[in-house]
């Protein structure tokens, strides 16, 4: 028996690496989802950062009529922001739109200065984000 010589194997076993892919599909599986949710939802509460800035100024000048001619000029300087047909005017309201390329948040203040907020999701970049999950993120 002089042949044999002992051999010194090093690294991993076939069945230790399928166990390492497994594990690592799981993960996948359970984090891929939640990580498009919780972008879907970034997207809401960005274009609801946009609009709001906004807004607070549409209900001054309907409420008051100051800085309403800003309103226009200052919407007109971001390019995702959109003012509705009606001009803003003291007690004359009317919409903000802002999309982020994914979510569109649309602020309506009425001729009393309320405002209500909607949600819904821009075909061009939506991919799988849904209008619920941009009303979620906005916390409309």
Do not use: W
């Not at 390492?20 to 960005?46: E, F, N, T, W």
């Not at 100024?57 to 971001?78: L, P």
């Not at 995702?80 to 569109?104: H, N, P, Q």
């Amino acid at each position: 028996m002089k042949g044999f010589k002992k051999s010194n194997a090093k690294g991993f076993t076939l069945i230790e690496l399928m166990i390492v892919v497994a594990i690592i599909g799981i993960l996948a599986a359970v984090a891929l989802p939640a990580y498009r949710d919780y972008v879907a939802s970034a997207h809401g509460g960005a274009a609801m950062k946009g609009v709001s800035a906004f807004t607070s100024k549409a209900v001054t000048c309907v409420q008051s009529g100051v800085g309403c001619a800003s309103i226009a000029a200052d919407a007109t300087a971001v390019t995702e922001l959109s003012v509705g047909a009606t001009a803003f005017a003291e007690a004359t309201g009317s919409t903000l739109a802002y999309t982020d390329g994914t979510c569109i948040i649309t602020a309506t203040v009425t001729d009393t200065g309320a405002v209500s907020y909607a949600a819904s999701v821009d075909s061009a970049g939506a991919g799988s984000t849904t209008a619920a999950q941009c009303a979620d993120g906005a916390g409309i």
